[in-house]
C-alpha cells in the first residue's frame, strides 16, 4: 500500500510517498519520495493549508491509502484541530485543520501534532524502540517537547509538555506566544542562531570566536534546564534529541553528553531519522492511531 506523510514546520512543509508492505510493521515503511517548500507561516492559515495541499497533491492522492499531517502547534489528537500555535503559523490557532484538509483532499486526512510525529517515528522506526515511556525534545524553529506515555497510539498515550513555552529566563527574550523567557527562544535552532549572530550551524559549532563560544555554551547550559525540568516532571524511561540541530551531531554531542551524565542517568539518545522522522510518524500514525473524531 502506499501513504503520504507531511510534516508542517514553522519555515518549511516536507511531504513523502511511502510505501508500506504492512501498515502495522514500522519496519516496512520506506520512503519511496519526497518534496519540500516554505510554509510561509506569516501569510496567514488560508495559504498555509494552501501549500499543505499543495504538498500532498506532489503525489497522486488517488492512489494512497493513508495520509497523515505533523503539524506544529498543538494539536488535539482526537479532532486534528489546533488548540494553539504561536505567530509563527499566523491564524493557525482554532482552525479545524483536519476538517480543512479532508474538505479540500475530499478524503480522510489525519492530524497529529509534529513532535509527536517524530516521536511516534523514532520510538517505532529509531532509535527509542526499546524504551515504553520517552520523552523527545525536537529542536528546530521552535522547541516541541512531547511524552510517549504507551505504545497505544491514542490520546492518552501523549502528552504535549508546551515545555517550548515554559519560562526559562524571567524578563527575556519576547516570544511569539506573547510571553518572555520561554524556552524555546534559547532551545532551538532559530535560538542558537540569535544568539550567535551567524545563519550556519556548522560555524556556530566550529568556529572559535567569543561570540560562537558564548552562544553555544548557553545553549547547552539552557538544554540542560529544561531537560532538567523534563526529567523532574515527567520521569521518562529515555528521552531522544531531534530536530535540525541534531544533524549536526558530530560536532556537538559528545561535549553536551558529558555535561548530561554529570548530572542525570536517564538514556539520552540523538534522534537518527532524520528529515523523514516528521512523514513516517505522521503516516505511521495515520495508519495505527485511534482517534475518535478524525
Given at each position: 500500500?502506499?501513504?503520504?506523510?507531511?510534516?508542517?514546520?514553522?519555515?518549511?512543509?516536507?511531504?513523502?510517498?511511502?510505501?508500506?508492505?504492512?501498515?502495522?510493521?514500522?519496519?516496512?515503511?520506506?520512503?519511496?519520495?519526497?518534496?519540500?517548500?516554505?510554509?510561509?507561516?506569516?501569510?496567514?492559515?488560508?495559504?498555509?493549508?494552501?501549500?499543505?495541499?499543495?504538498?500532498?497533491?506532489?503525489?497522486?492522492?488517488?492512489?494512497?491509502?493513508?495520509?497523515?499531517?505533523?503539524?506544529?502547534?498543538?494539536?488535539?489528537?482526537?479532532?486534528?484541530?489546533?488548540?494553539?500555535?504561536?505567530?509563527?503559523?499566523?491564524?493557525?490557532?482554532?482552525?479545524?485543520?483536519?476538517?480543512?484538509?479532508?474538505?479540500?483532499?475530499?478524503?480522510?486526512?489525519?492530524?497529529?501534532?509534529?513532535?509527536?510525529?517524530?516521536?511516534?517515528?523514532?520510538?517505532?522506526?529509531?532509535?527509542?524502540?526499546?524504551?515504553?515511556?520517552?520523552?523527545?525534545?525536537?529542536?528546530?524553529?521552535?522547541?516541541?517537547?512531547?511524552?510517549?506515555?504507551?505504545?497505544?497510539?491514542?490520546?492518552?498515550?501523549?502528552?504535549?509538555?508546551?515545555?517550548?513555552?515554559?519560562?526559562?529566563?524571567?524578563?527575556?527574550?519576547?516570544?511569539?506566544?506573547?510571553?518572555?523567557?520561554?524556552?524555546?527562544?534559547?532551545?532551538?535552532?532559530?535560538?542558537?542562531?540569535?544568539?550567535?549572530?551567524?545563519?550556519?550551524?556548522?560555524?556556530?559549532?566550529?568556529?572559535?570566536?567569543?561570540?560562537c563560544r558564548r552562544a553555544v555554551n548557553e545553549f547547552f547550559g539552557d538544554m540542560l534546564?529544561?531537560?532538567?525540568?523534563?526529567i523532574e516532571r515527567c520521569h521518562p524511561s529515555a528521552i531522544v534529541i531531534g530536530g535540525?540541530?541534531?544533524?549536526?551531531?558530530?560536532?556537538?554531542?559528545?561535549?553536551?553528553?558529558?555535561?548530561?551524565?554529570?548530572?542525570?542517568?536517564?538514556?539520552?539518545?540523538?534522534?537518527?531519522?532524520?528529515?523523514?522522522?516528521?512523514?513516517?510518524?505522521?503516516?505511521?500514525?495515520?495508519?495505527?492511531?485511534?482517534?475518535?473524531?478524525?
Open positions: 500500500m502506499l501513504m503520504i506523510g507531511v510534516d508542517v514546520g514553522g519555515t518549511g512543509i516536507k511531504s513523502a510517498l511511502i510505501d508500506v508492505t504492512d501498515r502495522r510493521d514500522p519496519t516496512t515503511y520506506k520512503i519511496v519520495d519526497m518534496y519540500s517548500m516554505p510554509t510561509q507561516g506569516s501569510a496567514g492559515a488560508q495559504v498555509i493549508c494552501d501549500n499543505i495541499e499543495r504538498a500532498i497533491r506532489q503525489f497522486y492522492v488517488e492512489s494512497v491509502d493513508y495520509i497523515g499531517v505533523a503539524s506544529a502547534g498543538t494539536i488535539d489528537w482526537d479532532t486534528g484541530d489546533v488548540v494553539f500555535a504561536t505567530q509563527a503559523l499566523r491564524g493557525f490557532t482554532g482552525l479545524q485543520l483536519a476538517k480543512e484538509l479532508q474538505r479540500r483532499m475530499g478524503r480522510k486526512v489525519y492530524v497529529v501534532n509534529d513532535a509527536v510525529g517524530a516521536l511516534v517515528a523514532e520510538a517505532f522506526m529509531g532509535v527509542a524502540r526499546e524504551y515504553p515511556d520517552i520523552m523527545m525534545l525536537t529542536l528546530g524553529t521552535g522547541l516541541g517537547v512531547s511524552q510517549m506515555r504507551s505504545r497505544t497510539l491514542d490520546k492518552d498515550t501523549f502528552v504535549d509538555t508546551r515545555m517550548g513555552h515554559v519560562e526559562l529566563h524571567k524578563d527575556g527574550r519576547p516570544c511569539g506566544c506573547g510571553k518572555l523567557g520561554c524556552a524555546e527562544q534559547y532551545v532551538s535552532a532559530t535560538a542558537l542562531r540569535k544568539s550567535a549572530e551567524e545563519d550556519d550551524l556548522c560555524t556556530i559549532f566550529e568556529c572559535n570566536t567569543d561570540k534546564h529544561v531537560i532538567d525540568i523534563v535540525g540541530v541534531i544533524e549536526l551531531r558530530a560536532l556537538w554531542w559528545e561535549r553536551f553528553l558529558d555535561l548530561y551524565c554529570a548530572r542525570h542517568n536517564t538514556p539520552l539518545l540523538p534522534a537518527t531519522l532524520g528529515n523523514g522522522a516528521g512523514v513516517m510518524g505522521a503516516a505511521y500514525s495515520a495508519a495505527n492511531g485511534v482517534f475518535a473524531h478524525q
